[in-house]
């Protein structure tokens, strides 16, 4: 047992003294072990290593720069026109990073991608010798695409079928757009019909929706926490979290990933130690956490945080955006895969742009919060509600999940797509590959540390159909690089097979096979 799965069990242990039933405890240490995830650590060599290219990159950009300056080459900063005498309003160390280290890294990787969302696209693409070493300047090539980028988990995306049939009957009836807020003329019946199917999906009072998945958390953490409240924020929680947490003006204060006894700690100094300067006690405090991380692939341990919450009274915000539909028998969440109660979660937020094939996203909870939140969120009164036939594609999407299409169908994505996942990372790991995350999350990073490793994987990956995306700094740590691989239940066996061995050559070829653990080279069984 490693020593975090350790921390937490006798964090757990001790809640008994604090008036947690025994049984409860018992269900809270077993879950604590179930969700335990192994992790590598960077290597000390390959870190100092990364930090120097890092180093040798600035020191070059700066030299650039002063080269440029003296005239010779052309500037790549950008800068206001006919503003002479005017401070430089772009001249921020995000701009020198920018133009001299990340344009260079994900020169051939970072690209537009028009065509549909598909589990195989068609991609037509210039190649030069800067993309790849074999190839004549100018060179056009079409090339088929294994899609294991997008994040469409349950397939739902599609251009025909139940969903796409049901949208276009209602374009014909509502138009494509509300051009409209909520609070004016913008609330339809199709809404509050979507609103309670959501709500009686997770087993809650109400939901409400909104038309941007980043809006939902940045527009409306606002309407419920401010000035001397306290919220209790994942190191690695989203940047719209982050927003909402700083445009409410509320007191953050930031726990390690996914540690529940650095979170109890931090909610008891807070408790002890009260406001800043006068003391006082919170007005209240908010545990913010995402169900399943999107770089990390990391899923929440919610039965820790939910024991946290009840023996401090504390409320609770789940972030379900990459955990809605993707995890759970049922594929209802976080709550469905651990067998918690949804009330427990005061705050249940999720988007509809990856598991549903749409865009927007909802709270749940109780009906007196959403009810609040319906009066006072800037989401309602100032944005233009979600479109009728977005609202319809999510409609369509429950009802096969639920079952009331009179089908199987959603349970067979839903368990589809955890068998795609667990035999996808299995492989990887196998192979020698360090793959961070739960083994039953469909967001699989693949740790490269070199940023360019990242671009040579990515290109590599590409050239022979596959198509996925890679991940550096700022939007990792420095030394964690890595390609980050989304599992669909729309996946076959055989394009899994394909991709893994083409992950298998690639990676071999650019020495990203890290991994020290010794794993059995059976045969896994799909």
């Known amino acids: 047992m490693t020593n975090q799965v350790k921390q937490e069990v006798n964090g757990l242990h001790s809640s008994l003294k604090n008036g947690i039933k025994n049984h409860e405890v018992k269900q809270e240490i077993k879950r604590a072990r179930e969700i335990n995830e192994e992790f590598e650590e960077t290597p000390l060599v390959i870190a100092l290593t990364v930090y120097f ?113 049901e949208v ?30 959501v709500a009686d999906f997770l ?20 309407t419920f926490m401010g000035k001397g409240c306290l919220i209790m924020s994942d190191e690695l929680n989203h940047a719209s979290l982050v ?17 529940v006894k650095d979170l109890e700690e931090k909610v008891r100094a807070a408790i002890i130690e009260g406001q800043p300067i006068s003391h006082k006690p919170w007005r209240k405090i908010l545990i913010i956490a995402e169900g399943v991380y ?30 809605i539909g993707a995890l759970g ?50 989401s309602f009164s100032y944005a233009t509600s979600m479109s009728a036939p977005v609202a319809q594609q999510i409609i369509t999407t429950l009802k096969i999940l639920m079952g009331k299409d009179g089908s199987t169908e959603g349970i067979h994505r839903v368990r589809q797509l955890e068998r795609n996942t667990r035999y996808f990372r299995r492989k990887l790991k196998q192979k020698g590959f360090i793959i961070y995350g739960n083994e039953d999350s469909p967001v699989v990073p693949l740790m490269l540390y070199f940023p360019s490793k990242v671009t040579e994987f990515i290109q590599g990956l590409l050239m022979q159909g596959i198509a996925t995306v890679g ?12 390609a980050r691989f989304c599992i669909s239940a729309s996946h076959t ?34």
């Open 53 to 165: 290219c890092y180093v040798v990159l600035t020191v070059f950009g700066h030299i650039r720069d002063f080269v440029r300056k003296l005239g010779f080459g052309k500037s790549s900063e950008v800068k206001e026109q006919n503003r002479d005498g005017y401070a430089k309003l772009y001249g921020s160390f995000e701009s020198f990073y920018t133009r001299n280290i990340y344009k260079r890294i994900v020169q051939g990787w970072n690209m537009f991608v028009c065509g549909v969302p598909a589990v195989v696209f068609k991609l037509k693409i210039k190649i030069s010798p800067e993309f790849h070493q074999n190839a004549r300047f100018g060179t056009e090539k079409n090339i088929e695409a294994i899609n294991l980028g997008s994040y469409n988990y349950l397939g739902f995306a599609e251009t025909s079928g139940q969903c796409t049939d």
């Open 168 to 197: 276009e009957e209602v374009i014909l009836k509502y138009g494509t757009g509300i051009c409209s807020t909520r609070h004016e003329l913008g609330s339809l019946d199709i809404h509050r019909k979507l609103e309670k199917m």
């Open 203 to 222: 087993g809650v009072e109400d939901s409400i929706i909104v038309g941007m998945g980043f809006a939902t958390n940045s527009t409306n953490i606002p």
């Open 243 to 259: 927003l909402g947490c700083r445009l409410s003006g509320a007191k953050v204060k930031v726990f390690k990933h996914n540690d």
């Open 294 to 323: 999107s770089m990390e692939g990391t899923v929440v341990n919610l039965p820790g945080i939910i024991a946290i919450k009840k023996k401090y009274k504390c409320y609770l915000y789940i972030d379900e955006a990459h955990s």
């Open 329 to 378: 028998s049922r594929g209802k969440g976080v709550t469905d895969y651990f067998g918690s109660n949804p009330r427990d979660v005061d705050l249940l937020m999720g988007t509809f742009a990856k598991s549903f094939g749409a865009s927007g996203g909802y709270i749940a909870g109780s009906k007196s919060l959403i009810n609040h939140l319906r009066t006072h969120s800037y």
């Open 471 to 482: 991940v550096c700094y700022p939007a990792t740590t420095v030394v964690t690089s890595r």
């Open 493 to 526: 066996k055989e394009m899994l097979d394909k991709a893994i061995s083409v992950i298998d050559s690639v990676g071999r070829q650019i020495m990203a096979n890290y991994s020290k653990v010794e794993r059995s080279q059976a045969e896994i069984i799909y």
